[in-house]
């Protein structure tokens, strides 16, 4: 890292900012061609999780190609100064890498969804029918490195 008055070494913090964060971006290849997709996620024990349709271009590259990278950013601001070769941002992000499984059994679905359910505030038990479980796909990173970033 270039910056390294910015890096977070902390791995509680890194930890802190992928539990608060909301959006993911998540990095995929498709035969040597980068591809990006937003997505909410939900992260526990050094995991992140997330859900899709059963088919569509972004599973179709992971079940090519499961290696990812991804960048979660939280407390964004832009500082704008009256002389633009001073203005800045503040924010603090983590990026990492990591590889894709994808869920088989309902028992790891439902361990999934219910980490994107906590994740996004949903605090209360769920009985996931089996008409939801057919239509989604839910998968989950595991992540291999990760670095941390901020500017506060």
């Not at 070769?85 to 990492?96: D, L, Q």
Request: hydrophobic share 35%; with cysteine; proline share 5%.
């Amino acid at each position: 890292m270039r910056r390294k008055d910015r890096e977070i070494t902390d791995p509680a913090v890194i930890e802190e900012i992928l539990k608060i964060g909301e959006t993911c971006t998540l990095g995929l290849v498709d035969d040597g061609e980068p591809y990006l997709v937003p997505m909410n996620y939900g992260y526990v024990n050094g995991a992140m999780w997330f859900h899709c349709a059963p088919d569509g271009l972004k599973l179709d590259i992971l079940k090519k190609n499961p290696r990812i990278c991804f960048s979660v950013v939280t407390d964004y601001e832009m500082v704008r100064t009256p002389d633009f070769s001073n203005y800045t941002s503040h924010y603090r992000s983590v990026t990492g890498w990591g590889k894709v499984e994808i869920m088989q059994t309902d028992e790891e679905m439902i361990e999934g969804l219910n980490v994107l359910k906590d994740h996004a505030g949903y605090l209360e038990n769920y009985d996931y029918p089996a008409s939801v479980l057919k239509r989604v796909v839910v998968f989950r990173v595991v992540i291999e490195k990760m670095t941390g970033k901020q500017n506060v």
